[in-house]
């Protein structure tokens, strides 16, 4: 058996061999010989750990959301007509009332969104981006403002995803902006207009800690963290601290506009952080999307947050219109189902925990947030 396995072996590492054949015979190799393609605990790489759980306790599948949800992180995944319409279907289904297209784009690329949306007007809303054309001159807010009072009559109630890592508003389709943060005088008159039109604005900025640290042994979020990290050697570049504050800075400065911190403002290590923005300006919220896998794990510390903040909170996915991932988030709010994991989604080793959220915090955060901004 040993003899034949290397005479396989031998073959597989002929790299004149076509690599139709070596494949083939990788994969009747692996039928005859399993034993030797066993993983090595020694050599098993951490990228490929995929623990899974052997409590023998409750697991839930949650395949409807307990009370109707507007989902306000969402992107234009959907490439036709009938991708649209199955992600309707989709969503009837899972109880969700209304999904918030984040498009970041403006001039044409928001126009052909607006259209594919159009024939579920009920069902989506598609905000748009700022257009950052010429921002390098003095000036270019007059036509940053008219493309938005453009995009806003052609059936925008919003603006977003704005998106700053540190290097300024990069999430903008066509033209990105630069060295512009949040904070900058010169988005002063878009956010002001943003307050008369009565559309929120939903920003990311930074990242969540464990992409700051360094990607070694000693980070415990290192399999996102070494996918996801932040080039910290970059000219210019504010940390998340300073991040955070550009944020502040804004939603301080501009108390008629509604921000939509995306990700939980990438706070989920310490969202002492968000708590106290969220006891000092009223005209901030934040999202959860994308970041289930973050305050997972902690889920006392995260219910207590989640529940004193019910009112500030609202659910997003940002992670594609699948089924299965709908339930992964449902599973997390509602349920108390411990030690879980879900590889598709996270690339995280940690397993997930479900919060157990109270009918009231799930309410609010499902749905009941988003109407009341929605509604101003």
Not at 204 to 217: G, I, L, R, S, T
Request: with cysteine; proline share 5%.
């Amino acid at each position: 058996m040993i003899a034949g396995y290397k005479i396989f072996s031998l073959k597989l590492l002929n790299l004149k061999m076509p690599f139709s054949q070596r494949l083939l015979l990788l994969l009747i190799a692996y039928s005859m010989f399993p034993n030797a393609f066993a993983q090595n605990v020694d050599t098993l790489k951490l990228k490929d750990f995929r623990p899974v759980s052997i409590y023998k306790i409750p697991q839930t599948k949650v395949e409807r959301a307990k009370y109707p949800i507007i989902d306000f992180h969402s992107h234009d995944y959907p490439k036709t007509d009938a991708e649209v319409d199955d992600w309707v279907k989709r969503m009837d289904k899972m109880n969700i009332a209304k999904t918030l297209i984040l498009t970041y784009s403006t001039g044409a690329g928001f126009d052909s969104a607006i259209e594919k949306y159009s024939r579920h007007k009920d069902r989506f809303e598609v905000w748009c981006g700022f257009d950052y054309t010429g921002h390098e001159k003095p000036g270019w807010e007059k036509h940053a403002v008219a493309e938005l009072e453009r995009c806003y009559k052609k059936g925008a109630r919003g603006v977003g995803e704005l998106g700053d890592k540190g290097l300024g508003e990069l999430y903008s389709k066509p033209t990105p902006g630069y060295g512009l943060h949040i904070d900058d005088p010169a988005m002063k008159p878009l956010l002001e207009k943003c307050a008369e039109l009565n559309m929120p604005v939903s920003i990311h900025v930074a990242e969540d800690q464990w992409m700051y640290q360094k990607p070694d042994a000693t980070n415990d979020g290192l399999m996102n963290a070494a996918t996801w990290k932040v080039d910290q050697t970059k000219k210019g570049l504010l940390g998340h601290d300073e991040l955070v504050k550009t944020l502040e800075n804004a939603v301080k400065n501009n108390p008629k506009t509604t921000f939509i911190a995306c990700h939980l403002a990438n706070t989920n290590s310490d969202f002492s952080m968000l708590a106290r923005m969220f006891d000092l300006y009223p005209n901030l919220y934040a999202d959860i999307a994308a970041r289930y896998a973050e305050f997972s794990p902690v889920p006392r510390y995260s219910k207590a947050f989640f529940e004193k903040y019910a009112d500030r909170l609202v659910y997003g996915t940002d992670m594609g219109p699948n089924s299965e991932m709908y339930y992964t988030t449902f599973r997390i709010l509602e349920t108390a189902d411990e030690h879980f994991y879900d590889h598709d989604l996270f690339s995280y080793h940690w397993p997930l925990y479900g919060l157990s959220l109270s009918d009231e915090t799930l309410r609010k955060i499902y749905g009941g947030n988003g109407k009341k901004i929605l509604s101003q």
